[in-house]
């Protein structure tokens, strides 16, 4: 019997040295991609900074900045930051909106209101048709999280 509790305190000190092995590895690899976008260049426009995914271009209109993919013949992946105003294509409810009347599938759109930085209110839309399935908006997330007010 003794022997067993001995073996059995063994093989229990070996499982919590192995998880506490574990740890720091199980830790990096969550939070792996989720800050991309600190590597990403940034730019300052209509008050706000932000980090530009690669391969997207930038257009800055009088109330909006588009950030787009160069455009192809059948795609559609568009982010628009809105800062100030909440514009009237952005609703309440689901984020996340599929209308199946794309001419490339079906179209998403991912409707972000209000996050306030320092006084100035910012909303986000994003739109991507795809034959694909949902997409899961990395770019637009990427986008959003790296918001801040310009200096």
């Known amino acids: 019997m003794a022997v ?5 305190g063994l093989a229990a000190r070996r499982c919590l040295w192995l998880a506490l092995a574990l740890v ?11 800050q991309e976008w600190q590597d990403w ?6 008050g706000l900074s932000f980090a530009v995914p690669p391969g997207r ?6 109330r909006s900045i588009v950030l787009r993919q160069p455009a192809t013949y059948r795609n559609i992946d568009v982010i628009e930051l809105y800062p100030g105003e909440l514009p009237t294509t952005i609703r309440e409810g689901d984020p ?6 794309g001419s490339s599938g079906a179209r998403y759109t991912l409707s972000l209101r209000w996050k306030m930085l320092f006084g100035l209110h910012v909303s986000m839309l994003a739109v991507i ?15 959003w999280d790296s918001l801040s007010a310009a200096e």
């Open 4 to 8: 067993r509790s001995l073996f059995d």
């Open 41 to 46: 260049p940034r730019r300052s426009e209509l």
């Open 57 to 62: 271009e930038v257009e800055v209109r009088a």
């Open 96 to 101: 996340i909106e599929e209308k199946a009347d």
């Open 129 to 143: 048709e795809t034959e694909d399935g949902e997409p899961g908006f990395e770019d637009a997330w990427a986008v």
């Open 24 to 34: 720091p590895l199980l830790l990096s690899a969550c939070g792996e991609g989720e």
